[in-house]
Every structure is written in structure tokens, then in C-alpha cells.
Antibody
């Protein structure tokens, strides 16, 4: 059974960099079929895709966040990480890591972490 | 960027009734790139449907998806108490992945 677990500070000061890590257990982390993904959800609002990284290090970011986002991967520890720079209160949200998959010409997100709440405040 | 618009915003129904949820894309998308998720309070979303009409593993057959081009539908044939939740559609585009704003199915 694949499990994902987010970790990182729950409170970040405005203008600083938000940093989160996702640890993946179970399954095959280094498969070319998977896209290690970050998604956030603002309180009482919908879901916003942030970006993903493949095991080989290829990245794909939401154009609206691209200038501030970096996603990296460490295949030796089955972890991938999110950095979001110059944060404001608008970046306060529940952050999820998830596994995107590509199989038989279809895409889907099949496993999610439980989410970690990040608040931006001084 | 493809914008997904879900309707209605809220659906008020009773257990035993059927539900029809709509997801409309701002431009035509491949059916293979459309998924539906269910989210309950305090939980992460759960994959229900991928490729517009394929049920994910363990999903009951009362959930079905259909559609193509710009119009997609999630149907719940007979609502069970555990089905009252928020439902999101998602598309996997070449320039961005986007979600609809969600439809809340409430009792």
C-alpha cells in the first residue's frame, strides 16, 4: 500500500520561503509512470495544482505559481520537496502531496497524503 | 489554461435518490485526461473516476462517469449516506492541471 506523508513547518512568516517534504513508502518510487505532485487547498475553497516532478527530475509547474515554485526529488530517500518563495497570507492553505500516475494513455492522481496546514503570518 | 466549471454548486438530496453532477471545460479536452474525486471533511480527496468513465479500484458501481469534448458528467445512481461529500473534476492538460471548483452533495 502506497503511503505519502507531508512534513514541514506549520507557520511561515510573510516574504519567507515555505518548505515542505513528502516521504513516500510502499510502491515503486522510481517508476517513470509516476508524477510526484503538490496540491493545495485554501480554507473552504477548492483544489489548486502546484506542480509535479518525475523520478528523473523533470518538473511541470502551475503557470500562476511558476516564478515562486521549486519541486525537487531525492530518490535515495523516496522523498520529494516543495519550496514556495516570497509567501503571503494568500499562500495559507492545506498542502497535499500526491502521486500522479500515467498508465495506458490516461492520467490520474491515485494516492494522497493526509495534508499539512500551513499558515503565513508574522 | 483549461477552466473547469462544475454545476450545480450544491445539490440537496436524500439517501436513495440519484445525483447528476456536471463538469464543463472551457475548451475540448481528451476524455483520457479527465478524472473525478470525492472529498469528505477533514480528509484528502479520493479518486473515483479516471479517463472520464473508468472507475478506480474499490469504487462502487453506483458511481459512473461519462462525457467527451467539453461536457462531462458524474452520476451517482442511488445515494448512500456515505456519499454526501464534495466532488471535484480535474483535467490533465499539456500546459497545466486544473480542478473544478467542486459540487457539494448535501442531505
Amino acid at each position: 500500500q502506497v503511503q505519502l506523508q507531508e512534513s514541514g513547518p506549520g507557520l511561515v512568516k510573510p516574504s519567507q520561503t515555505l518548505s515542505l517534504t513528502c516521504t513516500v513508502s510502499g510502491g515503486s518510487f522510481s517508476s517513470g509512470h509516476y508524477y510526484w505532485t503538490w496540491i493545495r487547498q485554501h480554507p473552504v475553497k477548492g483544489l489548486e495544482w502546484i506542480g509535479y516532478i518525475s523520478y528523473s527530475g523533470s518538473t511541470f509547474y502551475n503557470p500562476s505559481l511558476k516564478s515562486r515554485v521549486t519541486i525537487s526529488v531525492d530518490t535515495s530517500t523516496n522523498q520529494f520537496s516543495l519550496k514556495l518563495s516570497s509567501v503571503t497570507a494568500a499562500d495559507s492553505a492545506m498542502y497535499y502531496c500526491a502521486r500522479g500516475a500515467y498508465d495506458s494513455a490516461t492520467y490520474y492522481i491515485d494516492y494522497w497524503g493526509q495534508g499539512t496546514l500551513v499558515t503565513v503570518s508574522s | 489554461e483549461v477552466v473547469l466549471t462544475q454545476s450545480p454548486g450544491t445539490l440537496s438530496l436524500s439517501p436513495g435518490e440519484g445525483a447528476t453532477l456536471s463538469c464543463r471545460a472551457s475548451q475540448s479536452i481528451y476524455s483520457s485526461n479527465l478524472a473525478w474525486y470525492q472529498q469528505k471533511p477533514g480528509q484528502a480527496p479520493r479518486l473515483l473516476i479516471y479517463a472520464a468513465s473508468s472507475r478506480a479500484a474499490g469504487i462502487p458501481d453506483r458511481f459512473s462517469g461519462s462525457g467527451s469534448g467539453t461536457d462531462f458528467t458524474l452520476t451517482i445512481s442511488t445515494l448512500e449516506p456515505e456519499d454526501f461529500a464534495v466532488y471535484y473534476c480535474q483535467q490533465f492538460g499539456y500546459s497545466s492541471w486544473t480542478f473544478g471548483q467542486g459540487t457539494k452533495v448535501e442531505i
